[in-house]
């Protein structure tokens, strides 16, 4: 799978030519923040609206899929929840990277706009993050490129642990 890059910014996001969007809320944290709060405002609030109704809450481990065109570039919206955040760790985010992957394989959609768990608020470091997520993911054939939504000070530090990590895997 290849790593590409965007900044958390709508107008880099609207570039990437991926079929899905993949970003998760809490449970707990509202307004929502990061990818989802920047897809709620394009998408004219539908995620708030949502969960206003109750039809979405954040739990951990749901998965709601979303038509995202006309509002978005991408054909569909993935919203995964993490559940409490004071709740959330390793194994949470392990859980998360899992679900979107399979999602994504029972979709067969190959490349992705994907904000790791955790990363938009930072509850999960970068390095941590990218090595956790190889090795839900690895080099999966199922998935053609992930455009990872990281600010450009992180997007560094991934890029380097992601070649690390493809090393030690190769050498093992």
């Known amino acids: 799978m290849d790593l590409h890059f965007l900044p958390p910014e709508l107008r880099r996001i609207d570039d ?4 899905l969007c993949a970003c998760s809320i809490w449970s707990d ?4 923040r990061g990818l989802a709060g920047l897809l709620d405002w394009r998408l004219g609030g539908r995620l708030s609206a949502l969960l206003k109704s109750g039809f979405l809450s954040g739990r ?13 570039p991408f054909e569909k919206v993935l919203v995964i929840g993490l559940g409490a955040r004071a709740e959330f ?12 992957a399979s999602t994504l394989e029972g979709l067969r959609v190959r490349r992705a706009v994907v904000e790791l768990p955790g990363r938009g608020s930072g509850d999960i470091d970068p390095d941590s993050a990218i090595t956790m997520a190889l090795e839900c993911v690895g ?13 450009p000070a992180a997007q560094k530090r991934i890029e380097q642990r992601a070649a690390d990590e493809r090393r030690r895997v190769r050498m093992a």
């Open 16 to 19: 990437a030519s991926a079929e």
């Open 29 to 32: 944290v509202r307004p929502m």
């Open 89 to 100: 760790d390793g194994d949470a985010f392990r859980e998360t990277v899992r679900n979107i």
């Open 139 to 151: 080099d999966s054939s199922e998935h053609d490129a992930w455009w990872l939504v990281e600010a």
């Open 60 to 72: 951990r481990g749901e998965v709601l899929l979303v038509p995202g065109k006309p509002h978005v």
